[in-house]
Every structure is written in C-alpha cells, then in structure tokens.
Nanobody, 125 residues
Framework: QVQLVESGGGLVQAGGSLRLSCAAS????????MGWFRQAPGKEREFVAGINRSGSRTLSADSVKGRFTIARDNAKNTVYLQVSSLKPEDTAVYYC??????????????????WGQGTQVTVSS
C-alpha cells in the first residue's frame, strides 16, 4: 500500500507559476515510476508528466512541454511538478500516481496503482 499526498495547488493568474508536491509513504519510493495527471470538469483524466525511478528520464504531454517540469527527490519520497506560464486551460485537479510495476513511463491512467486525493489548480485570465 502506498499513500500519496499532494500539495501546492491554488489560484494563480495566467502566466503565473506554482510548484506542486506529492509526498509518498513507504520505503521503496525509488522503485516506482511516478506520474502526474489532471482532470478538468467534464473531461477525462489526462496524462501530464511522468518520471522514471532514478529521475534520469521524464516524459511530458505535448500540451505542457516547455512549461511544466517533473522532478523527484528519492531521499524525501517526493515528486514535484513545476508548472509555469500557466493558461486558463490548465485549470484542473492535479493528481499524482504510482505505477509499482513499471519499467517505462506509462501515459495511460489505468496502469497506475495508487493515487493521491488531488490538488486544485485554478488559472484566471
């Protein structure tokens, strides 16, 4: 069992930045591929970014490339999502997730085993 707790969301103006954090329980955090997803009202949950176990490789959705950066600190059992140059269409609940069996970064939510409760990001125009 892995517990995830996100933080760092909020209300920000277009063009602004936030840093989202996701703290994980357990001693095997460095064994997991981590992902960030988001879900806007009335829309499907979508992949935002993922990072491999060591942090040496990342993958981002085309819609956020160059604006969002995922990173992890295995010593702190934490994964981060730096979101910058925010747009109103980035407004959503952002979730972190764990894929306990992965070797590669999956972009489909069904592959992920544990999810946090989400943190709201609202971007005003």
């Amino acid at each position: 069992q892995v517990q995830l707790v996100e933080s760092g969301g909020g209300l920000v103006q277009a063009g602004g930045s936030l840093r989202l954090s996701c703290a994980a329980s357990g001693r095997t955090f460095s064994n997991y591929v981590m992902g960030w997803f988001r879900q806007a009202p009335g829309k499907e949950r979508e992949f935002v970014a993922g990072i491999n176990r060591s942090g040496s490789r990342t993958l981002s959705a085309d819609s956020v490339k160059g604006r969002f950066t995922i990173a992890r600190d295995n010593a702190k059992n934490t994964v981060y999502l730096q979101v910058s140059s925010l747009k109103p269409e980035d407004t959503a609940v952002y979730y972190c997730a764990v894929d306990v069996s992965a070797i590669i970064i999956q972009t489909t939510a069904a592959y992920y085993d544990y999810w946090g409760q989400g943190t709201q990001v609202t971007v005003s125009s």
